[in-house]
């Protein structure tokens, strides 16, 4: 891969990215299956009766049950994004992420209406003929809080 192939992988995961936030925030979540592959798996610290989610079917099914009522805003920072060969890279993103609901809902983070937390994403990512795609993704948080009290990690 030559210094201009490897500065156009990293800008393409970088809009991949983007694209995820934007899915997301615009509740458009089916826009995932061109973002993420049909066998991604994501790690995260609110699944606690399974550490994985597996397939994007259920990462769609898991996130849409999760997200229904709220309105979300993601924030992304200082990519760190390392290509390891034509076909697979490595990324780390700084993050933020708020999920505000219009009613007291029950909800799988604990918060009656405000949900924020500040971490990292620690991402897999597969070249297809498509373009790349998020393979793995897996979320750490070094600060929480639900309804304006700051959460223990």
């Given at each position: 891969m030559t210094e201009i192939e490897r500065l156009m992988a990293i800008e393409d995961i970088r809009q991949l990215k983007a694209r995820y936030c934007r899915a997301i925030d615009e509740d458009?979540?089916?826009?995932?299956?061109?973002?993420?592959?049909?066998?991604?798996?994501?790690?995260?610290?609110?699944?606690?009766e399974r550490p994985q989610i597996i397939g994007i079917d259920q990462i769609l099914r898991f996130?849409?049950?999760?997200?229904?009522?709220?309105?979300?805003?993601?924030?992304?920072?200082?990519?760190?994004?390392?290509?390891?060969?034509?076909?697979?890279?490595?990324?780390?993103?700084?993050?933020?992420?708020?999920?505000?609901?219009?009613?007291?809902?029950?909800?799988?983070?604990?918060?009656?209406?405000h949900f924020r937390g500040f971490g990292h994403y620690r991402e897999k990512?597969?070249?297809?003929?498509?373009?790349?795609?998020i393979t793995e993704m897996a979320l750490s948080r070094v600060y929480l809080e639900c309804d304006g009290v700051r959460l223990p990690l």
């Open positions: 458009r979540l089916h826009d995932w299956c061109d973002i993420f592959s049909s066998d991604a798996v994501i790690l995260a610290p609110e699944v606690q996130v849409e049950s999760a997200l229904a009522g709220t309105t979300r805003v993601h924030h992304l920072h200082a990519p760190e994004i390392t290509i390891v060969n034509d076909e697979e890279a490595m990324g780390i993103w700084a993050f933020e992420d708020n999920l505000y609901w219009k009613s007291e809902k029950p909800n799988i983070f604990g918060a009656k209406r990512y597969c070249k297809t003929p498509a373009g790349w795609r």
